[in-house]
């Protein structure tokens, strides 16, 4: 079965610092990827980043990296120099080549503070 | 170019009234994705097409919803005798498939329902 799985279900980070959300997933598949979405309050669901089980460096988007470990079978989103606008939920999402279907993990709010 | 287009944006109906949400994909996108999502929650997974492949429907919550995928494009999702518990977010998703797994989901904006 596959699984995503975000353990914190609210963070909080002072602007300009760095954070961390976590993600763990399961699979028996070799073939997946992994991808971040931020969701803000207006609702509407923004990819972020991805990062593929086979790819050997690390994806980094702008603020944003993966820290993609893959034995340990984590893929946690970093956000360096947080913002006040980075404040929104945040979605880690997998999908596995033999499916072709997207799993969602239940998010993480992140709030950033001033 | 145009996005997941997603119609009506907001929905008031009263319980017991049949309700349909349509979705119009980027063109291209072969898969379509239908979540839920209530208030402050996660995202819950409805149902799937892929082109001409049986739809996996293992989301759907009940014999109430049921969704068509028109010609490999427009999808509808259709509530029947809408329950206060189906008050909700209904998300659009679409997706090139294919080899590559690096093809994000493109949402939509969305239809709020609101069942009174």
């Known amino acids: 079965a596959q699984k995503i799985t975000q353990t914190q279900p609210g963070m909080f980070v002072q602007e300009k610092e760095a954070v961390t959300l976590d993600c763990t997933y399961d699979?028996?598949?070799?073939?997946?990827?992994l991808f971040w979405y931020k969701q803000p309050s207006s609702g509407e669901m923004i990819f972020l980043i991805y990062q593929g089980s086979y790819d050997q460096q690390n994806a980094t988007e702008g603020r944003y990296s993966l820290n993609f470990q893959k034995a340990r079978k984590s893929a946690n989103l970093v956000i360096s120099a947080s913002q006040l606008g980075d404040s929104a939920m945040y979605f880690c999402a997998m999908r596995v080549y033999n499916f072709n279907k997207f799993y969602f993990g239940s998010g993480t709010k992140l709030n950033v503070k001033p | 170019g145009a996005g997941v287009s997603q119609s009506p944006s907001n929905k008031v109906t009263e319980k017991g009234k049949d309700v349909e949400l349509r979705c119009d994909p980027i063109?291209?996108?072969?898969?379509l994705y239908w979540y839920r999502q209530s208030l402050g929650q996660g995202l819950e997974f409805l149902i799937y097409f892929q082109g001409n492949s049986a739809p996996d429907k293992s989301g759907l919550p009940s014999d109430r919803f049921s969704a068509e995928r028109t010609g490999g494009s427009v999808s509808t999702l259709t509530i029947q005798r809408t329950q206060q518990e189906d008050s909700a977010v209904y998300l659009c998703?679409?997706?090139?498939?294919?080899?590559?797994?690096?093809?994000?989901?493109?949402f939509g904006n969305g239809t709020r329902l609101t069942v009174t």
């Open positions: 063109s291209g996108h072969t898969a």
């Open positions: 998703a679409s997706s090139l498939v294919g080899n590559s797994l690096n093809s994000p989901l493109h």
């Open positions: 699979t028996s598949d070799p073939s997946y990827g």
